[in-house]
């Protein structure tokens, strides 16, 4: 007899059935344990990565002259000096001054703790004697220190000319050893004071943009989490030495991740509130963010990795070093997430917006309308908030804006030319009090600017008569001795001002190694000024036409070789990163007239932010010029951080684009982003703002610069600029593709 159930598919469970289909066991197995195993994955890699935000600093360095490329010439210098002494020493300087003259118990006493630190330390080799100055006010020594705990070694120094010191008599340690000190002194706060200070103005940002306690902290960890990760791979980088990295490449590093991290946590977090409006399951709500903001995350994130790789192509080891470094901080932003914080808030649901938990709404209600489309009429916007306001600001009056925006911008990257990237003294770097700074300021008053830390010069040994009369003749020179390992000071006055061969020279010779001599020639300007840079390009001219062989390095010749090949990278990178970000945006866009107009708006606000800073550096902080990198950083963190805040809002516009049309999609993107790109943009300027708690001047005006110029770009440029530009151009942005999308 035929049965009169009902049937049913074999795949298909019966409406009534209670036992969980075996597919369903498998997909609830899987939603608990996928997010759990990422859940603990981050954890252990935040365990394994967390100590090393102490030991980091183990493996970076502060030296100029290990960035250089060896082909330069101080790098040659730096190299073959090795043959002519037996350590690595820095040499810090002594200066005891009294005003009025010295007296001869200063002399004594003088001589009395330069014996006590030859023979008890910090020294390394043999001090000099002191050396009077003509005014027969001061008194100078040369103390090599060496080359490790710099800091400790000049307290040390300065503790012992402090001990016992007559009344009235003044001391300093200066030199190299003394401002390496105070750029080891001043990256000291890299560790802790600048990461504490970035974490906790983003957390009040975060406390303020979510208001939500549980928020904020989820986003910190993704933050804490990523930078936890770059860490752990970059300090291996460097420690098997595939890296060079230094005090100022370690701390854009953890800001760069902390607010990248921040970025991308928020771009996910508005997704997956939104989309928890529009589905009642955390796991639907998961997959609908995660649909909608993998792509502008990752292709936001590719675009500051190609920008970033674009430094490769530089000949300075520590803006080499910042590319992969940065874009390694990158990857683990991108990676913690879309991957950390969609599993904890997957686990922690709408439980994560408490108080003001998002609630589903089952009629589908959108929370934007543009009205008014396609019916001949200007289409306006219905909707709530600030942005909502803002966009029908736009539609209002897109040409009137974009035109004024525009002109205001102009006339702020007029200033520009102002800003002078050229280079800085040495004793300007470190901001604040500095003993290096003072003695430097004084030793020049009494002695030769360029005492302690003389041109060196290497000279074939059939060529030094020639060699010494030519560095003789150049004007900018005291004088110039040879070194002698058998001579008391360690060195052979020579020319035509030096002493007879007798005495304590007698017989004694210039150290010969490779067939060369090493001479060092004393200049009359501070061995870190634009006057002994000048001095040292004549020495180097000067030098060829005797004998094409010598080499001029120093201390003054590697400030000068690093400038030049700083500005030579800008001049090659900058050209370079507008290229190949033009091209990745044609290809997420899938146009080429949108990629060109976005790009020339990022690089005008770029110039602008330029333009201002070199107002508030030279008219309200007084600084005296910068590193010829600055406005090289400045432009790849703008540029590619600008861009990513471009991506965010037109990536939207062209997914409303698609659905709405051309200007409805713009006033629909820009009020569905506004809150969120804002909010990443303090976030972001916040980050790179904490920067300016590290007293180096690099750091301070980089920190303004790409906190402003983030500032800037969107709040202003993002937010009025783009949109009304691509409003008022209409349908024909998505050229060549335009036609498939309407109007």
């Not at 306001?389 to 539609?395: D, E, K, L, Q």
């Not at 976030?683 to 790179?688: E, I, K, P, S």
Request: aromatic fraction near 6%.
């Amino acid at each position: 007899m035929p049965s009169s159930a009902p049937t049913r598919p074999r795949s298909a469970p019966w409406s009534g059935d209670t036992r969980p289909p075996r597919r369903s066991r498998w997909a609830t197995l899987l939603r608990v344990l996928l997010p759990a195993l990422l859940i603990v994955g981050w954890l252990a890699v935040a365990g394994v990565g967390g100590p090393y935000f102490g030991k980091i600093s183990e493996v970076s360095t502060n030296d100029q002259s290990s960035f250089l490329p060896e082909s330069t010439e101080s790098t040659r210098v730096t190299d073959l000096q090795g043959e002519f002494r037996d350590s690595d020493a820095i040499p810090a300087i002594v200066l005891l001054v009294r005003e009025g003259g010295l007296e001869p118990a200063d002399r004594a006493w003088a001589e009395e703790t330069v014996a006590s630190v030859q023979d008890g330390g910090p020294a390394e080799g043999r001090l000099s004697p002191p050396i009077p100055s003509e005014d027969g006010e001061a008194l100078q020594v040369v103390v090599p220190l060496p080359d490790g705990e710099v800091v400790e070694d000049v307290e040390a120094l300065s503790d012992r000319f402090a001990q016992d010191r007559p009344e009235g008599l003044q001391a300093y340690v200066t030199g190299p050893a003394g401002f390496t000190a105070d750029l080891v002194a001043g990256f000291e706060g890299i560790d802790g004071l600048l990461l504490g200070v970035a974490l906790a103005v983003v957390f009040v940002i975060l406390l303020v943009v979510y208001r939500s306690p549980v928020l904020p902290v989820l986003v910190l960890l993704t933050s804490v989490f990523a930078l936890s990760a770059a860490i752990l791979v970059v300090y291996w980088l460097a420690a098997n030495d595939l890296v060079t990295i230094s005090g100022q490449v370690q701390g854009i590093l953890f800001i760069l991740v902390v607010g990248a991290a921040t970025d991308y946590s928020l771009l996910y977090t508005a997704r997956y509130r939104d989309a928890l409006l529009h589905h009642r399951g955390r796991a639907e709500a998961t997959r609908a963010a995660l649909k909608g903001s993998v792509e502008p995350i990752v292709a936001s994130g590719a675009t500051v990795i190609a920008g970033l790789l674009c430094l490769l192509l530089s000949d300075l080891a520590s803006n080499q070093a910042l590319g992969p470094v940065a874009s390694v901080g990158i990857v683990m932003s991108i990676l913690a997430a879309l991957s950390f914080l969609p599993a904890v808030l997957y686990a922690t649901g709408r439980g994560a917006f408490w108080p003001f938990r998002p609630r589903f709404d089952a009629s589908g209600t959108e929370r934007v309308r543009v009205v008014g489309h396609g019916t001949g009429h200007r289409p306006t916007v219905e909707g709530r908030g600030v942005w909502a306001s803002v966009a029908r600001f736009v539609a209002r009056a897109p040409r009137a804006i974009w035109v004024v925006t525009t002109a205001v911008l102009l006339v702020l990257a007029g200033f520009s030319t102002q800003f002078q990237a050229t280079g800085v003294e040495q004793s300007e770097l470190v901001l604040g009090e500095s003993q290096a700074r003072d003695g430097q300021e004084a030793l020049a008053e009494h002695f030769p600017g360029g005492s302690g830390s003389p041109a060196v010069v290497l000279v074939p040994t059939g060529s030094l008569d020639a060699a010494v009369a030519a560095v003789e003749d150049t004007e900018g020179v005291a004088d110039v001795a040879a070194v002698a390992n058998d001579s008391p000071s360690g060195i052979l006055p020579l020319g035509e001002d030096a002493p007879p061969p007798a005495g304590p020279f007698a017989g004694v010779q210039p150290t010969e190694a490779e067939g060369l001599y090493q001479l060092q020639a004393t200049l009359f300007d501070a061995a870190d000024s634009p006057a002994a840079e000048q001095t040292v390009r004549e020495l180097r001219e000067n030098l060829s036409a005797v004998d094409e062989e010598i080499l001029v390095g120093g201390t003054t010749a590697t400030n000068l070789d690093t400038n030049e090949t700083s500005i030579a990278d800008r001049t090659l990178i900058i050209p370079v990163i507008l290229v190949v970000i033009t091209l990745i945006l044609m290809l997420l866009l899938r146009s080429v007239l949108a990629p060109v107009l976005l790009i020339l708006t990022t690089v005008i606000s770029f110039f602008s932010a330029l333009g201002v800073s070199a107002l508030v550096f030279e008219h309200v902080l007084g600084l005296p010029g910068a590193d010829p990198s600055v406005p090289l950083f400045g432009f790849v963190f703008l540029v590619a951080l600008g861009i990513d805040y471009n991506i965010f809002l037109m990536s939207r516009v062209r997914e409303e684009s698609l659905a709405h049309g051309t200007r409805a999609g713009i006033l629909r993107g820009l009020t569905l982003t506004g809150g969120v790109i804002t909010s990443a943009g303090i976030v972001l300027a916040a980050t790179f703002a904490a920067l300016a708690v590290i007293p180096i001047m690099f750091l301070v005006q980089l920190a303004f610069i790409v906190a402003f110029g983030v500032l800037l770009d969107a709040l202003v440029v993002r937010s009025l600029l783009v949109p009304a530009l691509t409003y008022d151009i209409g349908r024909a942005i998505w050229w060549p593709a335009h036609r498939r999308i309407e109007p």
